[in-house]
Nanobody, 121 residues
Framework: QVQLVESGGGLVQAGGSLRLSCVAS????????MGWYRQVPGKQRELVAN???????NYAESVEGRFTISRDNAKKSVFLQMNSLKPEDTAVYYC???????????????WGQGTQVTVSS
């Protein structure tokens, strides 16, 4: 069983910063890409940023230059530093990881439970 547990969401004023963390636990052989997605009511979940096991990163255009994704492979963790937050960044943020649980199986995508980020104007 694999679990992703997020932390770090909350309420912040526009222009402020928050740091999200996500830790993976359970029967894990290897982790490929890790990332953050967000969703607002009535809209599809969208990619915010992701990071490969080797460190290559990818960002949504709307957060480029404001958000920074990083990971600690030894701790099976991924982080999202969010600076210069805007009201339109308000959403539930979900951690995602592509994980192999044994050497004979293919990888699967796992999701955290989500953490609310609210940016007030």
């Amino acid at each position: 069983q694999v679990q992703l547990v997020e932390s770090g969401g909350g309420l912040v004023q526009a222009g402020g910063s928050l740091r999200l963390s996500c830790v993976a636990s359970g029967s894990i052989v290897s982790i490929n890409d890790m990332g953050w997605y967000r969703q607002v009511p009535g809209k599809q979940r969208e990619l915010v940023a992701n990071i490969a096991s080797g460190g290559r990163t990818n960002y949504a255009e709307s957060v480029e230059g404001r958000f920074t994704i990083s990971r600690d492979n030894a701790k099976k963790s991924v982080f999202l530093q969010m600076n210069s937050l805007k009201p339109e960044d308000t959403a539930v943020y979900y951690c995602n990881a592509n994980i192999r649980t044994n050497w004979l199986s293919r990888t699967n995508d796992y999701w955290g439970q989500g953490t609310q980020v609210t940016v007030s104007s």
